[in-house]
């Protein structure tokens, strides 16, 4: 308390010290201004009065014209009198009103006669301040006498006497409103947020730290505090968690669901102290400077969704293509930053590209070449001798960057992702024989026929058969590499133990289906209100009642326009739901410099123009198309505004965004229609599984699914909730490193 008060009266001190100096120059300008005007006043007065008089004699004999001269110009505003002295200081004529005493208590005359020239000066005489102005007389070359105008200065005075009490009252008001507002701001804006710090803490202590969430978090003055102890609160309460976990296992047999913590303490068991390396193209996070701000993002990435929760429970470092245009303003020195930025867990490096070999490596050989050859939807891959070198070179760079990471590290566990780096297995296993890799591919693998149009193809299993364990999503996909594999190379395969012998080098071909976290109680939070959901379909300017949705990159392999046909051939069939029925794509671009993707993006447009004109009205568009990214956040809200959700992919690995809305929704509602060309298909089996291709059993999909009953609708979201709740991100996580660590 005493430094509350010793503050405020600190802070009072300095506001009295500005209004007061404020006061001291407004004064002395006042004071000046006001001076000069009545000395500007008395000379007009006097100059006047001067021509007039040095036409009479100043004599005795002329006293009654003098003052007959006098009387007729002492009526002026603030004037008290003037008098007219001869040289010998002897009053000739003077106005009635001027008081005796001041002939006797003033030299002005004289002096100014003695020096010849104007002279002013104020008096106090009798309590009244005047201002006495004297001024010489002639005849010819002579001084014959002095003028004196004798002005009332006392409003001056006054003036300055109601600029201090004016300025002094306000201070008074100020002081008052200033020890106010710091009541108000103490109170509100410190004490509060403050005792709800505490209390955080204080529930953080005892494990019961959700509970003060949004009351901490809607104070922005407080704001980095607020996240910093929202960090050590949720460190303290995992941490907490994960310690009960652990006793709670060492006690159980039973398999319970996988979490954060469960895999944790798995990985300590496991790895011993040693971390995980995880190589990819795609970075978790994405530095990009505006203006003068630096800010991140987290890319729209089913792999980076499904690494990242394995690595932040396991620590390591990431090592992924630096792409953001502040990439390299963030990192140290060795190209390193500590992520995630609110909450840093392990490390991630990043490798620099040229605009060449972004072109060549990921542009062309991987996505123009390797992406339609593995997807299989009629887009013909292209493939180019140029990119295939830049693709090597790149491979080159990250095994490079990766071997300068693990070097004097015993037995490393790296796990490389996906169809940007087949040559990387193969290149660090060269140098370092002792290290454990894993390649994950993370789309689909085609088959032997379909693969063979690679011209590269040998090169490219070579390269992934460096690895000890190659990851599929399917079993099809693992059937298709080691069919492809007895196609293309010299090679030993046991297809009893889907293991294969290359080079004295055994690889383990395994599938493993990825998933997403599962977390029950930050989830949880999440759950969008009632009025939240209002205000999203207002500021798109939707009234249906009936939603559904699609969320998918901008890409051809998403079946984007047939989903877009099959509502327009729903509406078609079913007009009684025009006005009711409305469907919000979100489609984040991609790839967008190279053709193909260019030309989907048009065809989406175009689509979604044309049946927007041939059912709109007045009040109501069939379909919101919305081409921009969207944090994972704005995601799960859109995910539980849908009635349905429409993944409809023509082929696909897995596609987490089928798991995503299955987890999102809390209140076990909602549809999924899934194709039954993903890999999700093969787990989640109470969707409405479909063939994208076949637009009518996809529009009659939607129709069931906005017209199914809501227990059926609970039933089948349990069910998918429970599979996704048991085959969960980190039981996958823990899958993938027993394997390969079993491998050693």
Not at 518 to 528: F, G, S, V
Not at 606 to 611: H, K, L
Not at 698 to 717: G, P, V
Request: charged share 25%; proline share 4%; hydrophobic share 40%.
């Amino acid at each position: 308390m005493k430094e509350f008060l010793k503050g405020m009266v600190f802070i009072l001190l300095i506001v009295s010290f500005i209004v007061i100096s404020f006061t001291i120059n407004q004064v002395y300008q006042e004071e000046k201004q006001l001076t000069t005007d009545l000395q500007y006043r008395s000379t007009l007065i006097a100059e006047n009065l001067k021509d007039k008089i040095e036409l009479v004699p100043v004599e005795e004999e002329q006293k009654n014209n003098l003052q007959q001269i006098i009387d007729l110009n002492s009526n002026k505003e603030r004037l008290v009198g003037i008098s007219i002295y001869n040289n010998k200081e002897k009053i000739i004529a003077s106005s009635p009103d001027l008081p005796a005493e001041l002939s006797e208590s003033n030299n002005i005359t004289s002096r100014s006669m003695d020096e010849d020239k104007a002279t002013g000066d104020f008096i106090k005489l009798n309590d009244k301040k005047l201002y006495l102005f004297a001024l010489p007389l002639h005849n010819k070359n002579s001084v014959i006498g002095s003028l004196l105008v004798v002005q009332n200065a006392n409003y001056i005075d006054a003036h300055i006497m109601e600029i201090w009490k004016n300025n002094m009252f306000r201070l008074l008001i100020q002081v008052i409103a200033i020890s106010i507002a710091i009541l108000i701001v103490i109170r509100w804006i410190i004490f509060e947020p403050i005792k709800n710090l505490v209390e955080a803490i204080k529930q953080a202590r005892t494990g019961e730290w959700n509970e003060m969430i949004p009351k901490i978090q809607g104070n922005l003055f407080f704001r980095p505090l607020i996240n910093e102890v929202i960090h050590i609160s949720r460190s303290l309460f995992e941490a907490r968690r994960s310690a009960s976990e652990e006793a709670r296992l060492r006690l159980e047999k039973i398999d319970s669901p996988w979490t954060a913590q469960r895999l944790q303490e798995f990985a300590k068991s496991i790895l011993k102290g040693r971390n995980i390396y995880v190589v990819s193209n795609r970075e978790p996070y994405i530095h990009i400077k505006n203006g003068g701000k630096i800010s991140y993002y987290e890319p729209a990435s089913g792999m980076v969704t499904a690494i990242e929760p394995m690595i932040e429970a396991c620590g390591g470092i990431w090592i992924a293509h630096g792409s953001g245009n502040a990439d390299q303003l963030v990192v140290d020195k060795n190209n390193k930053i500590k992520v995630p930025p609110d909450e840093p867990k392990y490390t991630l490096k990043r490798i620099w590209l040229s605009e060449k070999e972004v072109a060549g490596y990921y542009y062309g050989f991987s996505n123009e070449g390797m992406w339609p050859l593995c997807h299989m939807v009629h887009t013909r891959p292209v493939f180019r001798k140029e990119d295939w070198q830049e693709y090597k070179n790149v491979n080159g760079k990250f095994a490079h960057a990766l071997l300068k990471e693990i070097t004097n590290i015993p037995q490393p566990i790296i796990l490389i992702q996906d169809f940007h780096s087949a040559l990387l297995p193969r290149m660090v296993k060269k140098s370092r024989p002792d290290a454990l890799i894993a390649i994950f591919w993370h789309i689909p693998w085609p088959s032997a026929e379909a693969f063979s149009i690679c011209p590269w193809r040998k090169e490219i299993l070579d390269g992934m058969l460096g690895a000890d364990l190659i990851g599929f999503h399917t079993q099809l996909h693992c059937n298709n590499f080691i069919d492809t594999v007895g196609n293309e190379l010299e090679s030993l395969i046991n297809r009893e133990n889907f293991m294969i012998t290359r080079l004295n080098h055994q690889s383990f071909i395994k599938s493993l289906p990825i998933s997403i976290p599962y977390n029950t109680e930050e989830d949880a939070l999440k759950k969008i209100s009632v009025d939240e959901k209002q205000k999203m379909l207002n500021k798109l300017g939707i009234s249906s009642s009936l939603i559904g949705l699609g969320v998918d990159r901008l890409d051809y392999t998403k079946g984007i326009v047939e989903r877009l046909k099959a509502v327009e051939l729903f509406l078609t069939k079913y007009p009684a739901y025009k006005e009711k029925f409305t469907f919000i794509q979100i489609a984040a671009p991609t790839r967008s410099n190279i053709p193909q993707y260019q030309k989907i993006a048009q065809e989406v447009e175009q689509e979604t123009e044309s049946i927007n004109k041939k059912f709109a009205t007045k009040r109501w568009k069939p379909i919101i198309l919305l081409e921009k990214h969207h944090s994972h956040d704005e995601i799960e809200n859109y995910y539980q505004i849908a009635n349905t959700c429409l993944v409809t992919s023509l082929h696909d690995g897995m596609n987490l965004v089928a798991k995503e809305f299955v987890w999102s929704r809390h209140d076990e509602q909602g549809v999924l229609i899934l194709s039954q060309f993903t890999g999700a298909s093969r787990e989640l089996k109470d969707a409405i599984i479909v063939n994208p291709y076949n637009i009518e059993e996809l529009a009659e999909a939607i129709h069931k699914a906005i017209t199914m009953m809501s227990t059926e609708q609970k039933k089948r979201m349990v069910k998918l909730r429970e599979k996704i709740k048991s085959n969960n991100v980190y039981r996958w996580s823990a899958d993938l490193l027993k394997t390969i660590v079993g491998l050693e």
